[in-house]
């Protein structure tokens, strides 16, 4: 689990949002941590304290002279992680840039020994107001990490900036901020999901690849501090935070957005299923059945789009991807061979294909590693560690 052993303090402030904080509470107890809630005064007039309790499986602080500690403002942040307040409102955000502490939160982020992150959440007047604009600046230059908001229809009826990210993306965020940032300063370009080689308008050629290890290839170098480009073939699933998504159809139209930012990039790793052949004829119109003759469909072979940048007079890293059903080890390294990369990350499509676990092995000039069956998140991450070990070695 990500966040495995993390120990949040989460600080609950008086805003609408505050109900979302309880989906939060719930997706952070998934991904494995353990959160201490901490609401102020205002915040337990949007939701009980009994709710957030009852998630958290502790009793919630709200007041700093019944907490059961008399030392509460400073116990609770010495054994956290983090102290994430989210919702935090303008009056919160202005209090911590005055450094106040005239309630048990805002007290315990100033006698803090770990990092804060705000989610901040109000009125998009409020947002854009120049008082609140100052103290997030001060904020910033105080250290403080500033999750959000989003934009949108808000709570008020006016639609603008100022609303709290979504839970999933406040954990994601969370992720993110706990990952070393070792790939910080590299340019990384990818390529995933299945490519589609039309047949005519409605019609076409393509595999049942789901994107999943592609996409957790690309979170995980964005979350270690990557500028991540992401072409990708269609597939219905959100782009990873911080990761610029390039949507393609075609093997022809991946190689052109691939070929056009590959010279730039530091690393390349290619885990689209690229489509082998395309249709030699697009038919302009949609083939019609024609009583007992099947059209023909003459096929041609699609670039390798992974050798050419391979090719390149001043390559990326480049990693490939090869997914066999059987002779795995032999395989792959006579790919990684033909296509003259450092490094091919082998599997057997019995094992990868379409789920969100996987079992593979890297292959590089050293022989091949294996790596246990995991999530398809936890490979992606050993994967951009064994990258940036290869590229230190070089
Ligand atoms: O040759 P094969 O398709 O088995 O190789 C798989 C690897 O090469 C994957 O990394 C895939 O993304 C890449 N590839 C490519 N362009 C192709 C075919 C495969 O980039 N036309």
Known sequence: MELEGKRIVLGVTGSVAAYKAAALLRLLAGAGATARVVMTDAATRFVGPATFAALSGKPVL??????????????????????????????????LAQG????????????????????????????????????????????????GPAAGVQACGEEGEGRMLEPEA???ALCAFFTPKSLAGKKVLLTAGPTFEAIDPVRGL?????????????????????????????????????????????ALEMRAAVLQRAAEADIFIAVAAVADYRAEQVAPQKLKKSAGVPPEIRLVQNPDILAEVAALPRPPFCVGFAAESEHLEDYAQQKRVRKNIPLIVGNLIQEGFGGETNRVIL??????????AAPK??????????????????
Request: hydrophobic letters at 50%; proline letters at 6%.
């Open 363 to 372: 292959f590089d000039d050293a022989g091949g590693h294996p790596l246990p």
């Open 100 to 147: 106040r502490a005239d309630d048990l939160l805002a007290a315990l982020s100033l006698a803090r020994d770990c990092p804060l992150l705000v989610a901040p959440a109000m009125n998009r007047q409020m947002w854009e107001n120049p008082a609140t604009r100052r103290n997030l600046e001060i904020l910033r230059q105080d250290g403080i990490t500033c999750l």
């Open 62 to 95: 709200t007041d700093m002279w019944a907490a059961d500690s008399p030392m509460a403002h400073i116990d609770l942040t010495r054994a956290a992680d983090a102290i994430l307040v989210a919702p935090a409102t303008a009056d919160f955000i202005a209090r």
């Open 206 to 250: 393509t595999n049942l690849s789901s994107g999943c290890m592609g996409y957790a290839v690309a979170r995980a170098a964005a979350q270690a501090g990557a500028e991540v480009t992401l072409v990708s073939g269609p597939v219905a699933r959100p782009a990873p935070m911080q990761v610029l998504r390039i949507f393609v159809q075609s």
């Open 377 to 394: 998140t936890q490979i992606a991450r050993q994967l951009m560690a064994h990258i940036l070990a290869l590229m230190e070695k070089k």
């Open 170 to 172: 406040l954990l994601e």
